[in-house]
């Protein structure tokens, strides 16, 4: 037999032994996962996602820059990104957004645009504004989870955030506030957190896809194996979204010594670019 067909049979056969791998250990994974005392999925550690979902939750291509302006000939990115070079460029991203797009009204989608125009000036994230649920679960940062029976508690490396989770429904929240307020009850092995009272100014991805202060979050954490997390959301706002829509991604739990938190407090970092220029004499 010639060795091209031998080598395209050995990779059909390697290739049909790894999904068998991948299936049998999916089948078996769920229920070798670490359960409570109290026989809940233990989902204690710290997790992240491994996707572009920050950079926009819908499928997109790669591209020069986060923000554009016109060239010559094609747009090229704002003169104050250019020296980034390709470290401020935008990686392509499969989307996580079920359906593909996001079902905005035509005056929300509209919103969106504007706000992808301006990203530089509109972003919170730039700013290191809290991020906001659902962004928080898949900025390009851990967070880490600690629960028992009597506490539920969402530590968040970006900017310090943490959200404190109710075991039961606490009614409206008092005011609205940057990470909401958010209760959590089991359905079955699944973790179900609500989210209500948002103020609003958070986005969801650095694409300007927003929700408004009236958004209902709810978050499903399903333990999938040893390392692994289903993670589903839904969004209900009837003033931004022609109906609720999904998104949903995997998130992995961290070992080893990266099974920890860092700090990364940006406020001090974002100093200059708020006040900068109330300087006596201003920086070039």
Known sequence: MHLSRISAALRRVLTIIASASVLLTTLASADDAPRTAAGKPDLNGVWQVL???????EPHGPKAALAMREGPVVPVPAKELVALGAVGAVPAG???VDGGAIPYTDAARQQRDENAANWLTRDPEIKCYLPGVPRATYMPFPFQIYHNQDVLVFS???AG???NIALSDPGPAPIDSWMGQSW?????????VHTEGLNGQSWLDRAGNFASAGAKITERFTRTSAHTLHYEVTIEDSSVYQRPW????PLYKRVGRDDQLLQFN???FVEELMYGHLRKEPLD
Do not use: I, P
Request: glycine fraction near 6%; charge should be negative; hydrophobic fraction near 45%.
């Open 51 to 57: 996707n572009r979902a920050n950079f926009n939750l």
């Open 94 to 96: 499969l989307g996580v």
């Open 156 to 158: 968040y490396e970006y």
């Open 161 to 163: 955030a943490v959200r």
């Open 184 to 192: 959590a009850e089991w359905d079955g092995d699944t973790l179900v």
């Open 246 to 249: 999904k998104m949903s991604m």
């Open 266 to 268: 940006c406020v001090e």
